[in-house]
């Protein structure tokens, strides 16, 4: 079982729609990053957060610690919002663990 | 600021070559990470440097991988001989810091296809 599990794998969404992705995780964690993939390029850090919600534009991410539960969520979504999705959580041993990712296909 | 930059961008070769891959990573960023990405998954760590010293290489196939890191600034990976199985993308990351404001910059990768 991987230490940090994503849902869905992957998600079609019209332009417009509000899209949430989730991770779930099963380690005692220092800090979780949300980072962005797209295809044929490298991966970009989207939000490192350890406790609350944290905004960027139309994206939110949250987490529970108490649950070991993050969301993130865009809102309005564009089609230059394809990409893959990954949850990373870095454990109080200071080790990442990587989700397999979201893919994300937003059609006009 | 200049990102992490890597070297090549895509490689094929035949199983039983080696290969190796190169990685800068951003001016001061003492920690330095290894990822191999195979298709359809999240990033799995190889090796960890911290300056020119390893910190993790647990997850790293001895065998047949090896990483250095010599002046703590870039760093080489190899493979040798490679296998089918090495067919992945191969990401290098750093940070400046560690604990739990640590945030990772990634490299571009390099995709290599073992025929």
Known sequence: KNEVEQSPQNLTAQEGEFITINCSYSVGISALHWLQQHPGGGIVSLFMLSSGKKKHGRLIATINIQEKHSSLHITASHPRDSAVYICAVKNTGNQFYFGTGTSLTVIP | ?115
Not at chain 2, 22 to 50: E, M, V
Not at chain 2, 53 to 81: C, M
Request: proline fraction near 4%; charged fraction near 20%; aromatic fraction near 10%.
């Open chain 2, 1 to 115: 600021e200049a990102g992490v930059a890597q070297s090549p961008r895509y490689k094929i070769i035949e199983k039983r070559q080696s290969v190796a891959f190169w990685c800068n990573p951003i001016s001061g960023h003492a920690t330095l990470y290894w990822y191999q990405q195979i298709l359809g998954q999240g990033p799995k760590l190889l090796i960890q440097f911290q300056n020119n010293g390893v910190v993790d290489d647990s997850q790293l196939p001895k065998d047949r991988f090896s990483a250095e890191r010599l002046k703590g600034v870039d760093s080489t990976l190899k493979i040798q001989p490679a296998k089918l199985e090495d067919s992945a993308v191969y990401l290098c990351a750093s940070s400046s810091l560690q604990g739990v404001g640590e945030k990772l910059f990634f490299g571009s990768g390099t995709q290599l296809s073992v025929l």
